[in-house]
């Protein structure tokens, strides 16, 4: 669900933030204030933690801070890909559907 309509050419890890941030924006247009993403990629936290060392996500990152300060309070979990099965589930549907 979160990879529509985003650019190609763009890292794994680019896509992941961009897809966060639109989960984030959608969130906040639909007022639901209170919300807990999760993730399986350990490098998006990382990187929301410390924004400073990702320099060439920088627009990225404002984009996404603007978008937390909307969510209050805002948390973001780190998952195993193991105990992903709800990314999993979706994934092989959208392989069958298509």
Excluded at 26 to 33: I, P, V, Y
Aim: hydrophobic share 35%; with cysteine.
């Amino acid at each position: 669900m979160g990879t529509c309509n985003l650019r190609r050419g763009i890292s794994p890890l680019q896509s992941e933030l961009e897809t966060l941030v639109w989960a984030m924006q959608c969130t906040l247009r639909h007022n639901k204030l209170t919300v807990v993403f999760e993730t399986d990629c350990s490098d998006v936290v990382k990187m929301l933690s410390t924004p400073e060392e990702w320099p060439a996500s920088a627009t990225k990152l404002d984009e996404f801070c603007r978008c937390k300060m909307g969510l209050t309070p805002f948390s973001i979990v780190h998952i195993s890909q193991t105990n992903n099965t709800k990314a999993d589930k979706l994934a092989l549907r959208a392989n069958y559907i298509y």
